[in-house]
């Protein structure tokens, strides 16, 4: 044991507006393995630190929302490719935070770096799939397309610390909405590394905020937040889901609610499509058109 | 104001012989009509002329439930019809309501107040288009981009407004049925001849017992459809505030949710628009219905500098409309809904008057009986004051100047809604950059108020959510 070299512990911090402050309430909870082994102490994050995260995300949408889908699939594409090049470190945290032997979470790391790669490709491919040209009965140009509906509160998964919070989170961002995620409250380990990978992948700060703490304590000021355009109820058990679906019809914030996913399936659009508008344009034709002409 | 046209116009009223109005209606529960339990019975009125229309039953708790459980009776054989089958149901219903559409125009207009000229050439037609769209998915679900085979909720629960009665009814019932629900659906209180005269159509088409079901009633009639346990599907039109209370109602469950609210739609006017064009559709915006249409154009923003020329023409032009009996058929402008609805207009132009903006109206002689209110035009107007807040749902514009693209933007965004907006501009790249930055659901560009079955319709924000029409319609209604 001479050669035992003491390790450098991590001071695990939270993720808002592309910095990584503590929690403003300084207040930090354990966080422990499954078999109760002390791994770090996580934020706690207040109410406080949850608005700041909402005035990170809003003031991030103008210029995420408005980047190419081109550029927002790159940068999807640009963490997966950081998360590969960081797989070791989240393999080992992923198997501390669920109990997981290291086969079984690499496993789950490899099929989290792919989901990035699936929902990079999405990115400016969606409109064409749930958009397009309404053949309205008369002289009118008519186009449906796509929008994304804004800050996205997003109660990751609480089984799974690691792919299902990029399966919750990825799509939010990859229709150009802006997120506040609130990690699992017991396994937060993963999401708080997570950030530092965003932080190195181009993605604009502000863009995803992610806390760690109770989310009896924050999301309730989330889903009541007039500033908050929609909520993944994702990892809220059915008395939360419940209290904060009614908190949510405040402003009729779009609610996706909680149900059985099995995150190791690749995903369909529903998630893509939960956080978008539609937006249907009309503009006014002469009566020529291609269709109409004579040659 | 009315003079200044060289003719007077003589009356052309639409005869109502064509209309067989009974006494008095029961709910149209599992095919068939039928008294409300306890006989609770209320008034529909005509709001043109206060007369009474008819009686019709107000459903309690227990009516409610019944239509509910006849429309999980005929679910089961309903949703596994083979869906062209079903289809033909729909292009029947279609055919008969093209076949009575001037029938059912009179009653929408005695019924609801409008001018007839909207519900003949605007209403009905769009009825009619809506079953015939809806039809057509009706066999083709597997193709519509939801995966192979979606399936059916269940019982739709919907309940919908007085400013368009059929074609709320419309939009709410083609696509649950060619989708393979069944409904319950709540027509409004002071509205509720046309849907009670959709089910006559129902049982011309033999549409099975229980597929539709209409319960008429106020507000506790709707909230108990809302509540009942073994609705699976909610769609709601009407008022932001109602759709909230849905909304926390429905929390917690597994019923699936639409909701079409209200809307403050922005109207930009900039310097290169076609003016006259621009004054057809600022009319259309904001007088088409009386202004009850909840993406009305009520905020008028236009640019500083034509502004004055802009206002002058409009008040020209709005001192032409003919305002009065909505059976004739030159009547611009009809009955505001109710009495209730009038107040509310009332208390609101007022308050504008009140917090100093500056109140115009062409000379308008109003009937003696019914419910009217002049077309009105606020200037002087600024975000903050009420009239440019909060929806009016009546024939008041609100007038605010702007002299960039961008203040355009912010001063249209700037509103918890996000329903509609038009922009009129003769320059192709401004539209499409400030429709692109418009938060609403609905952009028109250099046209207003134009409706289509293939068009998806619905709100951003506090507007609601879900799309109705088009494709993306049928997403409300099936298990995706």
Known sequence: MSDARLSVFKTYKLYVGGKFPRSESGRVYEVTDPKNNWLANAPLSSRKDARDAVVAARKAFGGWSGATAYNRGQVLYR?????????EQFVREVAEAEGLSKSKAAAVVDAAIDRWVWYAGWTDKIAQVVGGANPVAGPFFNLSSPEPTGVVAVLAPQESSFLGLVSVLAPVIATGNTAVVIAAEKAPLPALSLAEVLDTSDVPGGVVNILSGRPSEIAPSLAAHQDVNAIDLAGADEELAKELEIAAADNLKRVLRPRDVDFTATPGTERLTAFLETKTVWHTTGALGAAGSSY | MASASAFEYAPAPESRSVVDLAPSYGLFIDGEFTDATGGKVFKTVSPSTEEVLSEVAEASEEDVDRAVKAARRAFEKWSALPGAERAKYLFRIARIIQERSRELAVLETLDNGKPI???????????????????????????????????????????????????????????????????????????????????????????PKGVVNIVTGDGRTGAALVAHPDVNKVAFTGSTAVGKAIARTVAGTRKKLTLELGGKGANIVFDDAPIDQAVEGIVNGIFFNQGQVCCAGSRLIVQESIQDELLDALKRRLSTLRLGDPLDKNTDIGAINSAEQLARITALADAGEAEGAERWSPACELP???????????????????????????????????????????????????????????????????????????????????????????????????REGGRHGLEAYLDV
């Open chain 1, 79 to 87: 963490v997966a490719e950081m998360l590969e090049g960081r797989r």
């Open chain 2, 117 to 207: 000229k909207e519900t003949r050439d605007a209403d009905l037609p769009l009825v009619a288009a809506h079953f015939f769209y809806y039809a057509g998915w009706a066999d083709k679900l597997d193709h519509a981009g939801f995966g192979a085979e979606p399936r059916p909720l269940g019982v739709a629960g919907q309940v919908i407004p007085w400013n368009f009665p059929l074609l709320m009814l419309a939009w709410k019932i083609a696509p649950a049925l060619a989708t393979g629900n069944t409904v319950v659906l709540k027509p409004a209180e002071t509205t509720p001849l046309s849907a009670l005269f959709f089910a006559d159509i129902c049982r011309q088409a033999g549409l």
């Open chain 2, 368 to 466: 003696d009986a019914g419910y009217w209110f002049a077309p009105t035009l606020f200037t002087n107007v600024t975000q903050a004051h009420t009239i440019a807040r909060e929806e009016i749902f009546g024939p008041v514009l609100s007038v605010l100047s702007f002299r960039t693209p961008d203040e355009a933007v912010a001063k249209a965004n700037n509103t918890q809604y996000g329903l509609s907006a038009g922009i009129w501009s003769e320059k192709g790249s401004r539209i499409l950059a400030v429709a692109s930055k418009l938060r609403a659901g609905v952009v028109w560009s250099n046209t207003f108020n134009k409706f289509d079955p293939t068009s998806p319709f619905g709100g951003y924000k506090e507007s609601g959510f879900g």
